[in-house]
């Protein structure tokens, strides 16, 4: 589906929301962040089950046989998807400080996030070798002024 087609649908969304009754539109809201998280993280590699994911976020139960790591995957990225929609309802621009704080969102109980990282890395199996440190943290800066400059 082209972005064209986004349009139009947001379009006739736009039109009949009002006619849509909040408790319905609650129920789809809730789903969807539901399945958002479940195939977000599984993409990563958790195994929790849609199921799974549901008692982990709706009722705040742990799953038994699973690594924290996982639970704490799905409370995350609940967290961090709770947060941006926050940020978008108060029209705040994308900027460092907000990407930064979704990563410690993103890593809580995990690992340490929200910084960058001082040590090279690489990614297995890939031809791309990533920046040294301070060519990333200099890019990153970069893309932001960048960013800021396009949008006034």
Do not use: W
């Amino acid at each position: 589906m082209g972005y064209p087609e986004i349009l139009r649908k947001k379009a006739l969304y736009d039109q009949a929301k009002d006619q849509i009754p909040d408790l319905t539109v609650q129920s789809y809201v809730k789903a969807f962040e539901l399945e958002y998280t479940h195939n977000s993280t599984a993409i990563e590699g958790n195994t929790l089950t849609l199921l799974e994911t549901k008692v982990v976020l709706e009722d705040g139960i742990s799953v038994g046989g699973k690594m924290l790591r996982e639970i704490y995957e799905v409370i995350n990225h609940n967290k961090a998807y709770q947060y941006i929609k926050s940020c978008i309802n108060d029209e705040k621009p994308l900027n460092e400080g907000i990407i930064k704080d979704i990563h410690a969102l993103l890593t809580e109980n995990i690992m340490v996030g929200g910084v960058y990282r001082n040590v090279e890395v690489y990614i297995s199996g890939a031809a791309h070798t990533p920046p040294v440190p301070n060519e990333m943290y200099q890019q990153v800066k970069n893309f932001y002024a960048d960013l800021a400059e396009r949008i006034t």
